[in-house]
């Protein structure tokens, strides 16, 4: 059995089927998990009295870790699989989710953000087990669907934690205690998912990584094996300069969708005066354009490239990320809430399609070392978002920090153009591409 040549969305009788959708699923629960604390920062900034410094200090700690582990997690999926690195982050990601509730102090509260941080590398195996599932006429599709439903998480997150907290205050929970159960949800959510993830995924096509090597069977990163693995997966990635240039416009659009999940539901209730509820639905919408718009930007990437080749997906990028550039200005100078509410959206639109565009990307740079490009690439949009926390703590201005980033994405999108592909490149797909077909 080989990789998918399309994409059966309503079957789970496939490997490949089943995990596409349990990718996504535990993507999205993870995503749940790390921003679940976003929209109720208004709440916990009370109950612990947090300066502005402390507040950015936190939404860093949000995204720190993630760019060391989604660093080394690219490289463990090609060493142990994606089925044995999913289920364990899953494992290892809830004992913070679930610790952040008994925080009683700034300080531990603000380790626990940091610790949770780690479920933020879900993306890379997300990605990675999608590209090793798939052939190359719908990897960009499956990518950006996969990531795209995940992401949307953080979307549901920033509506569902409030409205989850009123409802357990209306129990009769303290309101004290209300914002703790609330976040010992997305927790026992993360345990269910790494049960599910052990059980019903396989690492390939094929079978599991650590069987088919018993069998002498030659495992790469989609098929690859041997030294591939590991430190020479990561060195091999680091040495092509194209995923730099993707881990840069990748830093510009995730880095920026994440520092919105992080601040936009408490700009909302400083800057428009909303309450919490309405915050977090406005900030909710966001994130939901997820639910289509990643997976818009891999579909439309696979059709431009079979019109016109790899280099088409790159073209594709620039435009996306100046639509994005563009629009962020746009959000930074709105003068009301509807006006705000309308730019987020258009803005948010080519955010998402360009981090669909950028994954639809990864599977052609380096097929060798796939876990090596995912994971830096993917490193790439939390250094982008740490990177924003710190301009925001430097400017003190959450509009000014905006627009600030509204020129930088337009610049970095130049980074798009320089990612180009050689004529042997382009060769090595289209054979790949002619014997997927012929399967």
Not at 27 to 33: E, K, L, P, T, Y
Not at 151 to 164: E, K
Not at 386 to 401: D, E, I, R, Y
């Amino acid at each position: 059995m080989g990789k998918a040549n399309r994409i059966a969305l309503f079957s789970l009788g496939t490997p490949q089927m089943r995990a596409f959708h349990l990718t996504w699923m535990a993507f999205f629960v993870c995503f749940f998990a790390w921003f679940a604390c976003a929209p109720l920062m208004p709440v916990i900034k009370g109950e612990f009295q947090l300066s502005p410094g402390q507040i950015a200090n936190i939404n860093i700690a949000a995204v720190a870790v993630t760019i060391l582990v989604r660093l080394i997690i690219g490289p463990m999926c090609d060493r142990f699989g994606p089925r044995k690195a999913y289920t364990g982050l899953l494992l290892a990601g809830a004992v913070p989710v679930i610790g952040v509730a008994f925080a009683q102090s700034y300080e531990s509260f603000l380790f626990f953000r940091l610790l949770i941080g780690a479920v933020g590398a879900s993306f890379v195996i997300t990605q990675y087990h999608t590209s090793v599932m798939f052939a190359p006429n719908v990897v960009g599709t499956a990518n950006a669907a996969t990531a795209g439903w995940g992401n949307a998480g953080g979307g549901v997150a920033q509506g569902a934690m409030p409205l989850l907290m009123a409802a357990v205050l209306m129990l009769g929970v303290s309101h004290g205690w209300g914002w703790r159960v609330a976040l010992l949800v997305p927790g026992a959510l993360m345990l269910v998912m790494a049960a599910l993830y052990w059980r019903f995924t396989q690492d390939c096509p094929e079978g599991n990584f650590d069987a088919l090597r018993a069998a002498g069977v030659n495992v790469e990163s989609g098929k690859g094996g041997g030294k591939s693995g590991g430190w020479y997966s990561f060195r091999a990635a680091a040495g092509n300069y194209r995923v730099w240039m993707l881990f840069i416009t990748y830093g510009a659009c995730f880095g920026v969708e994440i520092f919105i999940h992080n601040i936009a539901a408490i700009y909302y209730v400083e800057h428009f005066k909303l309450s919490l509820e309405s915050a977090g639905i406005a900030a909710a919408s966001f994130g939901l354009l997820a639910l289509f718009a990643r997976a818009l930007g891999g579909i439309v990437s696979d059709k431009v490239a079979a019109a016109g080749g790899l280099n088409r997906r790159a073209t594709l990028l620039f435009v996306m990320m100046l639509g994005e550039g563009l629009g962020l200005l746009w959000f930074a100078h709105a003068g009301s809430v509807a006006g705000a509410v309308i730019a987020m959206l258009c803005f948010g639109l080519f955010t998402h399609m360009a981090c669909g565009a950028t994954y639809a990307l990864v599977p052609f740079i380096d097929r060798r070392a796939l876990g090596g490009v995912a994971g830096i690439i993917g490193a790439g949009g939390n250094v982008g978002a740490v990177a924003a926390g710190f301009l925001m703590k430097g400017l003190g201005n959450t509009q000014q920090t905006l627009s600030m980033l509204g020129v930088l994405v337009t610049i970095s999108a130049l980074c798009a153009v320089a990612v180009r592909f050689t004529a042997p490149d382009k060769n090595d797909e289209a054979v790949l591409a002619d014997n997927k077909a012929a399967a």
